[in-house]
T-cell receptor, first 112, second 112 residues
Framework: DSGVTQTPKHLITATGQRVTLRCSPR?????VYWYQQSLDQGLQFLIQ???????AKGNILERFSAQQFPDLHSELNLSSLELGDSALYFC???????????FGPGTRLTVL | QKEVEQDPGPLSVPEGAIVSLNCTYS??????FMWYRQYSRKGPELLMY????GNKEDGRFTAQVDKSSKYISLFIRDSQPSDSATYLC????????????FGKGTRLSVIA
């Protein structure tokens, strides 16, 4: 158990809908990263937050957004969902200036 | 050319064999190199973490980095059926909180 928690484990929804994925980092970790894992693309970095502020952006679609709250948990919002958004979504956390990222168990999103 | 290339396999070996997993990369700015193990439907688990060139050993696992060739390896000695998983290489450019760039992963099966 990495200490990173993610909810829900599974999510099934329809095209055009909006969903919110939640991540709680390890105790004391200030940085949260979101990744998308699909069969053809592998693990792709989406966005990073550090202590409530956006730090880096990767291949994140405009339909996707995220935030990190004062208690350091983070939410990833996916809207106008398309079939191609079906994937595993992982969050990871690190301590300040620590290079080791610890991953949560992921949320499996299925868009029908 | 992708920044990180990794043969997806699948790789099938008998129990007790030595396994060699490899990644090549194109960005000479990468300084930190990691190997993650991912069991089916689980989050990636950090196995090995190395900085710059050299070797690092941890039990049955040895990680090697050759920056001059832009090539990293993970060796697993005395492989066990419980080592059956997907192995992902990952790397980052500098210290601090920067995102990881992943290979697509190699699926390994160790047959008893």
């Amino acid at each position: 158990d990495s200490g990173v928690t993610q909810t829900p484990k599974h999510l099934i929804t329809a095209t055009g809908q909006r969903v919110t994925l939640r991540c709680s980092p390890r105790s004391g970790d200030l940085s949260v990263y979101w990744y998308q894992q699909s069969l053809d693309q592998g693990l792709q970095f989406l966005i990073q937050y550090y202590n409530g502020e956006e730090r880096a952006k990767g291949n994140i679609l405009e339909r996707f957004s995220a935030q990190q709250f004062p208690d350091l948990h983070s939410e990833l919002n996916l809207s106008s969902l398309e079939l191609g958004d079906s994937a595993l979504y992982f969050c990871a956390s690190t301590r300040d200036r620590n290079n080791e990222q610890f991953f949560g168990p992921g949320t499996r999103l299925t868009v029908l | 050319q992708k920044e990180v290339e990794q043969d997806p396999g699948p790789l099938s070996v008998p129990e007790g064999a030595i396994v060699s997993l490899n990644c090549t990369y194109s960005n000479s700015a990468f300084q930190y190199f990691m190997w993650y193990r991912q069991y089916s439907r689980k989050g990636p688990e950090l196995l090995m973490y190395t900085y710059s060139s050299g070797n690092k050993e941890d039990g049955r696992f040895t990680a090697q980095v050759d920056k001059s060739s832009k090539y990293i390896s993970l060796f697993i000695r005395d492989s066990q059926p419980s080592d059956s998983a997907t192995y992902l290489c990952a790397m980052r450019r500098n210290s601090g909180n920067t995102p990881l760039v992943f290979g697509k992963g190699t699926r390994l099966s160790v047959i008893a």
